[in-house]
């Protein structure tokens, strides 16, 4: 197992960049989109990009991160650092937003999306600020208790 890591580390941080290249760039359609008229030919074209974004890229990417994390998260003594418990804490964030992103696609998909573009220009932020959070614990590992 162990010889394995290094590799099942970079699996990880290559699912990684991709699950975040859609949670990037799926609310940055959605500000284009919701300036978009219902059932013009422009937003059935964002419903297109954004269900292929999600389903083919943005949910495959995710579950791949969460695989190679649990298997990363089998090593010896990893519980015990206080920074993993605050990273699994903004990982658990990620999520939510990857969840909301979801249920937000099929508002658009239904022409029932109620929200503004400012909305979705502030949601884009936060997978922005927890992907930060979680850089900086997983390289420095900072000792926090």
Known sequence: MFALVPWIKALHVLS???WMAALLY??????????AA???ETSETFKVMERRLLKAIGTPAMIASLVF?????GQPGIFEQGWMHLKLLLLLGMFVMHGLYAKWRKDFEADRNTRPHTFYRWMNEVPTVLLIG????AVAKPNLW
């Open 69 to 73: 994390g649990l298997i990363l998260l």
């Open 134 to 137: 979680i850089v900086l614990l």
């Open 26 to 35: 799926l609310p940055r359609l959605y500000v284009y989109h919701a300036q």
């Open 38 to 40: 219902p059932g013009s």
């Open 16 to 18: 990684v960049i991709a």
